[in-house]
């Protein structure tokens, strides 16, 4: 709902620690990027405007079509098994909001879900395995849309909405990164919300068919404000990014930390980060913990589990993801791809 050069440039970042270099890389389209999946050093699918979509099995060459039919849409989140196999999700209102598989790496796609609800607004899409997954859309009748799927993709079903708490007045999902919904270990599901005057966090230890809900001291209040990603650590310890979208460099409240779930949290000094963040990843296989976030305005990073950042850059992103220290990707307007390496 609540709804960017030069060739190379390097950041240091805690010289003492670790050097962060961003390497740009010809994405084929001008399309504004926004969903990204990494699925290994050489493999990584990315999706956005007019129908587009992105993908590389070489870690260096891109590759961009459209999908067949699809020039209208509006791609934000997708989330790829393999080099061939890869789930797309679609926004906007009613029929728009659009779930889309493949497994021949793109050259056709088959329509899983289409909406039929024109009250219904499809945010982001995420997976346990290479078979259970779930896509969160904005509340229909006070409640968030949850659909299910235990096939792959295949075909979705939605939740029951008796186990969601009610939705508060104008509260919504950020389609911005699909990051707003995040899996961990085998069953339990966080999304993040905006728009009230209370941003808040939604947590589920069941796949989907229970919620329980928390405040955040994230920036709220407006419909531009609020959690737009989270960072899973572990069960007990996450970060959340966000800010309001439509000012970029408004600083206070753009990200918090928690250990205990989201029943508490700490805000981050309030010069951290730079400015409004729509997506933030953990770096995997890091040693000490690194989560990147990123930004209209920049990217920042962080070596003590959120909370406190250090800027990694000046450059616009949407979405971020790494497959290990040596290989991550971070995407953006006029189909802006950079490469991240991130070494001691």
């Not at 969903?35 to 999706?47: F, H, N, R, Y």
């Not at 961990?184 to 329980?212: H, L, M, P, Q, Y």
């Not at 959120?306 to 290989?327: C, D, E, L, M, T």
């Amino acid at each position: 709902m609540l709804r960017f050069m030069t060739s190379t440039w390097l950041c240091l970042v805690l010289a003492s620690e670790v050097s962060a270099q961003w390497d740009l890389q010809p994405s084929g389209t001008t399309a504004r990027l926004r969903g990204l999946s990494v699925v290994s050093e050489k493999v990584g699918w990315a999706c956005g405007t007019q129908g587009t979509f992105v993908r590389t099995t070489n870690g260096q060459n891109w590759v961009a079509k459209q999908v067949e039919g699809a020039g209208d849409l509006d791609f934000r989140d997708v989330h790829a098994f393999d080099s061939e196999k890869a789930v797309m999700l679609a926004i906007g209102p009613g029929e728009k909001s659009r779930i889309y598989r493949t497994v021949t790496g793109g050259d056709s796609w088959i329509v899983a879900y289409k909406e039929t609800d024109p009250k219904a607004f499809l945010d982001a899409i995420a997976f346990w395995d290479d078979q259970h997954g779930i896509a969160l859309g904005d509340p229909v009748d006070w409640r968030f849309l949850i659909l299910s799927t235990s096939d792959g993709g295949i075909t979705w079903t939605k939740m029951p909405s008796e186990g969601m708490p009610t939705a508060l007045k104008n509260e919504g999902a950020f389609a911005a990164s699909g990051t707003c919904l995040v899996t961990s270990g085998d069953s339990t599901v966080w999304f993040g919300t905006g728009g009230a005057e209370t941003a808040r966090i939604f947590r589920s230890n069941n796949r989907g068919k229970t919620w329980t809900s928390h405040a955040t001291p994230l920036m709220a209040g407006k419909p531009t404000m609020g959690v737009f990603s989270l960072a899973i650590l572990d069960t007990s310890r996450s970060v959340a990014v966000g800010g309001a979208y439509d000012q970029p460099s408004l600083i206070g409240g753009v990200s918090a930390w928690t250990t205990d779930g989201w029943k508490s949290a700490t805000v981050v000094d309030k010069a951290q980060p730079a400015g409004f963040r729509s997506a933030v990843v953990v770096v995997p296989n890091s040693n000490p913990t690194i989560l990147i976030a990123v930004g209209p305005s920049g990217s920042d990073i962080s070596h003590d589990e959120g909370r406190s950042w250090k800027p990694h850059g000046n450059i616009g992103f949407h979405a971020v993801g790494f497959a290990s220290p040596r290989v991550g990707w971070a995407v953006g307007d006029e189909g802006r791809i950079a490469r991240c390496s991130i070494s001691p």
